[in-house]
């Protein structure tokens, strides 16, 4: 029995002709995810499919651990092939999860295979995925060059050598072009632990000694410029709210100093050491042509007990309902005022939030590319079907959807290309739906234009490839 078929998920004709004449072969610019850089220098061959689907896949850990697994058999010392079997016998109950259109996806793409993974079915998709992961064209980086994808955005520490990506240049044996993404998180986060040792980290790193709030300004804008020297084109921020509350520097001396000396810092002077880091970062981004990505509301490590056993990124985060529209706004304003508003692509974990979003946008767009400010693709629980769509709509509502820059994988799994495929479909789909009631022209120049521009043409000029 054959699931993924030449027109799933599109069901109209229109959708069916976009797809395949203008969607399908577009190249593929990843520009956020969280592969591996080593891995893809040392063009790493998986030794099975649970390595390479299951390992770091917080996803699949989470729907494992609600079909009642033991720990042991998701994350744990558990053989790789019972790991696997479990995922195959979670999967026929994810009925409507796209984890079970992702997995097919991959399934059929990489692997050649049309069945269904069930229990009964495991056995034997173990043997052909194990087959053909022994092969010589499934390799990492063949894998990319496969995929047609053309840009990789991984997600990297200010503090990091960026080693990797450095030999990867060097070597350029990979087809696509693959740059580093500045995530300043530990530096923001004076609130958290850990803080005081990355400060001391980070001064190592920058060869700066850091005793005030504009050494650590110092400290970063020298890392992003060393970034920006090995093809950085956006940073990334993973906020658990968006912060906006204005100090003066000697209030920002004290709170700095007391953090630094171990005292615990209260919400209200975190959020002005975070605001003075964010808008100093902001129009630095402005300065060197770089894309500020903001995440934000997300609630993690939830699950103190697992947390503590496992650690973070393992599947105990969820979504967060802190309302931060005004402070976006605010700190969006301040960087306009000093005509330092860098390109922007703003995300909410809360799908609630995409009008909001999708209106904030319109205030604070500029000349230097269409589409300055983004609304991002659904992200994380959102990067669902109906979560795709209820963005798109969203967007198409209240912004410009032609100038949209379309997706990212946000993934750990170099087998997660099939997302854009997924996104690719589900996009036809709902722009063919439009010109079939009569809502848009089926003017093909039009539509190829748009579907062209979203797959992949608007997050080119975003970013700046060639």
Known sequence: MCFIKEDFLLTNETAKR????????????????HINPQEIYEDKQFENITRIWLGGDHYKWRLIRSNG???????????????????????PRAIGNPMYHWTHLELKRYFGYDGILNGNTAGEVWDICNRRLAESDMTVRSIIKNSNVKLIGTTDDPIDSLEWHKKIAEENG?????????????????????????????SVSADIEI??????????????EYFCGL???????GLDYVPFAIADENELEKIFVAAMNGEKICKFDADKYKTAILLHLGKEYSRLGVVMQIHYG????????????????????????????????????????????????LYSLNPNDNELLDTILGCFQGTEVAGKIQHGSAWWFSDTKSGMEAQLKSLAN????GNFIGMLTDSRSFLSYTRHEYFRRILCNLIGEWVENGEYPDDETTLESLVKDICYNNAARFFGIE
């Not at 697994?69 to 999967?91: H, P």
């Not at 209240?398 to 959807?401: G, K």
Request: with cysteine; proline share 4%.
């Open 298 to 345: 997300a609630q993690r490590n939830t699950n103190t007990k697992m947390f503590n056993s496992l650690g973070p990124d393992t599947g105990f985060d969820c979504i967060s309902t802190i309302n931060c529209g005004e402070a976006i706004t605010a700190f969006l304003n301040e960087l306009a005022k000093a005509d330092k508003l860098p390109k922007t692509v």
């Open 211 to 224: 005793n005030s709030v504009d050494d650590v300004k110092t400290a970063l804008t020298k890392r992003l």
């Open 69 to 91: 697994v033991s720990e042991d058999e998701i994350t744990g010392s558990a053989d790789d092939r019972i790991k696997f079997e479990r995922f195959a016998q979670m999967l």
């Open 174 to 202: 990979c087809t696509a072009k693959v740059v580093p993404s500045f995530r300043p998180d530990k530096a923001v986060n004076i609130d958290k632990e850990g803080f005081v040792d990355y400060i001391k980290r980070l």
């Open 398 to 401: 209240l912004s410009l959807l």
């Open 231 to 237: 093809g950085c084109c956006a940073s990334d921020h």
């Open 18 to 33: 976009l797809y395949h004449k203008y969607a399908a072969d577009m190249p593929i610019i990843d520009y956020h995810c």
